[in-house]
């Protein structure tokens, strides 16, 4: 990559320069604190100050710190760490550091096309990476978001530079000829110890961020049946998914160790829905708002008002009330929540029994049609969520600029998507390990498929799958302009 960068300085200079202008736009303009980054900002803070990994009860700082689990540790030692250098609280450095590190991920996209492509590929990806505004956006919000694309995109790149190394790479599907069956090298190990490295920052992160695990050590489980069924020595591949793994879970020991001491249960990652232990989980709410709930607008306007804030029926969409039964049923059960605005265990359970009719009434709409409508509602939703246009930006109601604006947004996603779609479909030749980015893509889309809050930004740990993609259709394109 740096014989790239030196051959072609302006390119990279323009193109670095005009990235740092856009996250710089979104920095001064839109910068964004939510309530999630206050709880990451809180920990961060009890645990510089207090050495307590643990929330302010009450959100008053008289009151003592209770020791959590809700949030794996790794974007609060990331505040922590901001935090100690430049002040406590200091949202301005935390975002400033985010955007170092999303110019960095850029130039990693940049290098995975090229070991997966080629050079021109490399220079277009990192033309996409650096023009992205959902990238750049994100980069202004105290989110893990930034840092879970870069660890995700580095963790890609490691291990497409350590398949290079171990395979002689065939066209087409990527999937390789297998090489000679030798012991790994020292510099193979340590690229597949450096994969499963940033696969652990990933999970430190966000639970999900173990579903990269589960892509590599698929795509690596493939590799070794076929040495198997080549009659050819697997042993290094079979090592080399022993390091990732080794690599990628021992981070989580510690922290483990910590949970079964501190809070004397057993939890490797963290809650479901990051939850205290002697927290209500409305468990029959959330089964009933995924036997209806596709879109991102029904999860502002009514899954995160429980508890706490009412539900409006006149926002429930008609798919939620199947016939005057059950809309006599549910209509109830909301009015009952709306007088309290709490979930209590009985309330829950009514909630339980109208998913359970409504699931035995329609399952194949529950398990296969509803989900996949979401991740279709996830990749396609124009991603201005923590953005100035009205949740329902379609209607064109209050500002009509906005509107178009979040349009802009969603055609430009579109392009994004349809064109890393289009590379699949006509599988320009030379896309290398094209089954590890492709199968990961597939089995992040299929986990998101099961969550009942669709939100646009679970899939932009994709974009530098999608970016690569892309870049090799536009590749193609421009040698043949040529």
């Not at 008053?60 to 406590?88: C, H, N, V």
């Not at 409508?373 to 109601?397: C, K, Q």
Request: include cysteine; hydrophobic fraction near 50%; proline fraction near 6%.
């Amino acid at each position: 990559m740096h014989s790239l960068i030196r051959e072609h300085r302006s390119f990279f200079l323009g193109a670095t320069l005009a990235a740092l202008a856009l996250r710089l736009f979104f920095f001064v303009y839109f910068p964004v604190v939510t309530d999630d980054s206050r709880v990451y900002a809180d920990l961060a803070t009890n645990w510089l100050q207090h050495g307590i990994y643990g929330q302010t009860q009450g959100g008053q700082p008289e009151k003592p710190t209770m020791p959590t689990d809700t949030r794996l540790p790794g974007y609060p030692a990331f505040l922590a760490g901001i935090f100690w250098l430049f002040g406590s609280g200091n949202v301005k450095a935390v975002l400033l550091t985010q955007i170092l590190f999303d110019l960095a991920t850029c130039l990693i996209v940049a290098d995975l096309a090229r070991r997966a492509i080629s050079e021109r590929a490399a220079r277009i990806a990192f033309v996409l990476a650096a023009l992205c505004p959902f990238l750049a956006n994100y980069a202004a919000v105290e989110l893990t978001e930034t840092l879970e694309i870069f660890f995700t995109a580095l963790a890609l790149d490691c291990a497409a530079a350590a398949l290079n190394r171990m395979y002689d790479a065939r066209v087409g599907m990527g999937i390789p000829s297998a090489s000679s069956g030798q012991a790994l090298d020292r510099s193979s190990r340590k690229l597949w110890a450096a994969t499963g490295a940033a696969i652990a920052a990933c999970i430190l992160l966000r639970p999900d961020g173990g579903i990269l695990l589960a892509a590599v050590a698929l795509y690596l489980a493939v590799l070794a049946w076929q040495r198997r069924t080549d009659g050819k020595n697997m042993a290094d591949v079979l090592v080399a998914g022993i390091i990732v793994a080794v690599f990628a879970l021992a981070p989580l020991v510690p922290w483990t160790i910590r949970n079964f001491r501190t809070l004397h249960h057993f939890q490797p990652l963290a809650p479901r829905y990051a939850t205290d232990a002697d927290e209500l989980v409305p468990r029959g709410f959330n089964r009933w708002v995924k036997t209806w709930i596709v879109d991102y607008v029904s999860v502002e306007e009514i899954y995160w008002n429980v508890p706490g804030d009412k539900i409006d029926p006149q926002k429930l969409p008609s798919r939620a009330l199947d016939n005057a039964t059950e809309r006599d049923r549910t209509l109830a059960a909301v009015a009952d929540y709306n007088e309290a605005q709490d979930m209590t265990p009985e309330l829950d359970a009514r909630f339980a029994n109208l998913a359970a009719d409504r699931i035995r009434a329609h399952p194949v709409r529950y398990y296969v049609v509803l989900p996949l409508l979401r991740v279709a509602d996830m990749w396609l939703h124009p991603r201005t969520e923590i953005l100035p246009p009205d949740v329902r930006w379609w209607e064109f109601n209050d500002d009509a600029p906005r509107s178009f604006a979040a349009v802009g947004f969603g055609l430009l996603n579109l392009a994004y998507v349809a064109t890393a779609l289009l590379a699949l479909v006509r599988r320009p030749p030379g896309i290398r390990w094209a089954g590890l980015l492709v199968g990961f893509l597939l089995l992040r889309s299929a986990f998101l498929g099961t969550l009942e809050n669709p939100e646009p930004r679970y899939t932009l740990e994709c974009y530098p799958v999608v970016i690569v993609l892309a870049s090799s259709l536009l590749a193609q394109r421009n040698r043949q302009a040529e």
